[in-house]
């Protein structure tokens, strides 16, 4: 194997390397603030990214809608989650 080869396959393998991220959907949900009879359900995006739908549903809890929607920037600190 000549030089080049292997700074080739050195560089193939560093650029398949996938950093692994967290999703934090479901702390996410435990702790943002939500309104009286609302359910958030939070969806991983990208990063650190984070869509969340505040469900509300009907009396018999078979159906129900989205009453608001917010994208979010979450980043774990350890003091916790800061949702921005």
């Known amino acids: 194997m000549n030089a080049a080869n292997a700074e080739f ?14 999703d934090l959907s479901r702390q996410i949900e435990k702790q943002i ?11 991983h ?15 018999d809890q078979v159906a129900g809608h989205i009453a608001r929607s917010a994208f979010l920037k979450v980043t774990q600190t350890k003091d916790g989650l800061v949702i921005e």
């Open 33 to 43: 603030p939500h309104g009286r009879g609302e359910a958030p359900k939070v969806t």
């Open 45 to 59: 995006v990208y990063g650190n990214r984070y869509r969340c739908n505040f469900w509300v549903f009907d009396v």
């Open 9 to 22: 396959e050195e560089q193939a393998v560093t650029e398949t390397k996938v950093d692994k991220e967290v």
